[in-house]
């Protein structure tokens, strides 16, 4: 979500930050602003929409300094105005701010009490005016921060810059990620490593509860009980964090034209080359009784999908829970589970949440997230990533994928720990992942066929996605990427509930996309579309060459896909999902990569 940036420089920092501020867009964001403190005067600059509006302010009206803080702002408290932009001042502070602080109304009421009054909508405005109390009060920045530190309820990344200190930053974490950059005589913090990789590869992350006095000459850290605590330092890697298009138009096109690649290094990762699971030891299924499965947006959506995969692989129960939900309705956890926890950026707040809620009452804690780094990686009694490299388009489709890859891989070592794979069967759906990367590659080669469809795609108001059992979420997922690209109202059905109610929406102008491989499903897949064919609505079966010719005739459009094992066709059948709502969002002229009103990272709950 919102991004945060500081640097102690040696150099003009405006460039820099608003350089690091870019590499934060994939985030998602409406605002932007900058401060800096220059010759011992804090100033700011503010701009809403993208940041080459900001570029454009500072540009007219530049802004020194040597040392500054940066911000894009995804609106939550008050709307994306200027007025409501970080970087928030008030008197000697200057702060910007991840997160949601839960009890601002009742801090602003006390506030307004003692003759301090905000001006803007937003809770962070209410930080800056508790450091401007306390400190008007003789305390030191250091002190003011950390008594404000103590008066707020909620999840936040916190960076501050104080009027005459051209050499102090501040930052706190609590809830939302913050790391800080080792440079020479130079220091950097960003809301991950994404933003700092052009300026350093040491990188120390605060821990839960953190709080930090960065100098130039170093950082002291604090811990929640205002302990010194010492943090360690990593190397990342650069290659890692970059950023680029590749010569594609947008990066969901380059990441979804990624996935063969990332998904072949995922299984070399996590297989031998004799053909055995890699996947470590400590974590042996045949006690296991329960495996629960959390995340939230599109990773829920995988987990669905391997609810299918436990139970039918390796007969294991499986619960699948929207992580928003998953403990406010006080699940009974049991010592003979596992839980897993699946997230991209491995910092989505309700993953977290979820995850801290079932520590200690399961026997194991797993996650499997994309950034080995992040917080959900770091508190998992056992990390699994999923190799995609970084994705930037905010609709996931390669990490999407690779999850699933990683999904499919866990159900297979726990069908063979219960007893339920032999070597030979294990082998087989081993070698079935392992032709997906060259399958994969035959159904990117449909994108001219898909781009042609979507022009009458992009004409529509309403579309529905059906599938059977596996395809089901797969069908919720394609629904969820039309609708966040092209913004057209799309929803996704198991087939056999079609006439227990979706049914009545079925006319000449919806179409209907059936994700349908030829299994042992596909006969009565066909049926309901034949219900939805006698009520004139315009079917797009998506099957291989067998399912197309025996559909048989009323079919409006067909995507032959190539044959592959039916236990795996959802990682698959992803991609035409993944092309239909590209080519739909392009059609429509959409924003492909940062689609209106949402965030790649949602870190606030």
Same mark, same amino acid.
Request: with cysteine; hydrophobic share 45%; aromatic share 6%.
């Given at each position: ?412 070592? &726990? /069908?063979?720990? +219960? %007893?339920?794979?032999? $070597? ?8 079935? @992942?392992? !032709?997906? #990367? ?114 048989? &005739? /009323?079919?409006? +459009? %067909?995507?032959?896909? $190539? ?8 990682? @698959?059948? !992803?991609? #035409? ?29």
């Amino acid at each position: 979500m919102c991004g945060i940036v500081g640097v102690l420089g040696t150099h003009e920092v405006s460039p820099l930050i608003v350089e690091a501020l870019k590499r934060l867009e994939y985030r998602g964001y409406d605002s932007a602003g900058i401060a800096t403190v220059n010759s011992g005067r804090l100033d700011r600059r503010r701009a809403v929409g993208k940041l080459v509006n900001l570029s454009d302010l500072l540009v007219h009206d530049p802004l020194p300094g040597k040392s500054g803080i940066g911000h894009t702002r995804w609106a939550t408290h008050g709307a994306a105005t200027v007025v409501n932009a970080h970087p928030h001042k008030a008197g000697p502070v200057a702060v910007v701010h991840n997160g949601i602080i839960e009890n601002f109304r009742e801090l602003r009421e006390d506030l307004a009490a003692s003759g301090y009054v905000q001006e803007s909508q937003t809770d962070t405005e209410t930080v800056a005016l508790l450091l401007q109390r306390a400190m008007a009060n003789g305390a030191s920045p250091a002190d003011a921060a950390r008594s404000t530190l103590k008066l707020l309820h909620g999840a936040f990344a916190l960076l501050f810059l104080f009027d005459g200190e051209d050499d102090l930053l501040i930052a706190a974490r609590k809830g939302s990620p913050l790391a800080i950059g080792w440079g020479d005589g130079e220091m950097y913090v960003g809301s991950d490593a994404i933003a700092l990789a052009p300026m350093t590869d040491r990188i120390t992350y605060l821990d839960e509860g953190d709080w930090a006095v960065i100098t130039r000459a170093g950082a002291t850290i604090f811990d929640a009980q205002d302990r010194p605590a010492s943090r360690p330092e990593a190397r990342i890697q650069l290659d890692a964090t970059r950023i680029e298009k590749a010569g594609y138009k947008h990066f969901m096109a380059k990441e979804i034209a990624e996935q063969p690649v990332v998904i072949a290094d995922a299984l070399r990762h996590y297989t031998t080359r004799d053909g055995a699971i890699n996947l470590p030891e400590s974590l042996d299924f045949s006690t296991v009784d329960r495996v629960t499965l959390v995340a939230c947006g599109t990773a829920h959506y995988a987990c669905h999908v391997a609810k299918y995969w436990f139970e039918q692989i390796a007969g294991l129960p499986a619960d699948i829970d929207i992580a928003s939900e998953f403990r406010y309705r006080e699940p009974p956890l049991l010592p003979g589970a596992v839980a897993i926890f699946v997230s991209q950026s491995g910092e989505t707040a309700d993953t977290l949440a979820a995850l801290r809620y079932a520590k200690g009452k399961v026997g194991k804690v797993l996650s499997v997230v994309n950034v080995p780094t992040s917080s959900i990686a770091r508190e998992s009694d056992l990390a699994l990533p999923i190799l995609a490299g970084v994705e930037v388009g905010v609709a996931s489709t390669k990490a999407f994928t690779c999850q699933l890859t990683v999904l499919a891989l866990l159900a297979l070592k &726990a /069908g063979r720990d +219960r %007893g339920r794979l032999g $070597p030979d069967e294990l082998a087989q759906h081993l070698n079935g @992942l392992r !032709a997906l #990367p060259g399958l994969m590659n035959h159904a990117l080669g449909l994108s001219g066929d898909v781009a042609r469809i979507a022009e009458d795609l992009a004409r529509s108001e309403d579309v529905l996605f059906l599938g059977r059992g596996a395809m089901y979420p797969l069908a919720l997922e394609g629904a969820l990427k039309l609708k966040e690209i092209s913004y057209i109202h799309a929803e996704g059905y198991a087939s056999g509930e079609l006439k227990h109610g979706p049914i009545a929406l079925i006319d000449d102008t919806v179409p209907v996309i059936v994700l349908a491989p030829r299994d042992a499903l596909f006969d009565k897949t066909v049926s309901n579309m034949q219900e939805v064919m006698a009520r004139h609505g315009r079917v797009l079966l998506v099957s291989d060459a067998t399912g197309l010719a025996e559909a048989g &005739a /009323g079919v409006w +459009r %067909g995507l032959a896909l $190539p044959e592959c094992p039916s236990l795996f066709a959802p990682i @698959l059948y !992803a991609v #035409p999902a993944q092309l239909l709502a590209y080519h739909t969002a392009i059609a429509k002229g959409t924003d492909v990569d940062q689609p209106r009103n949402l965030a790649k990272s949602v870190t606030v709950e």
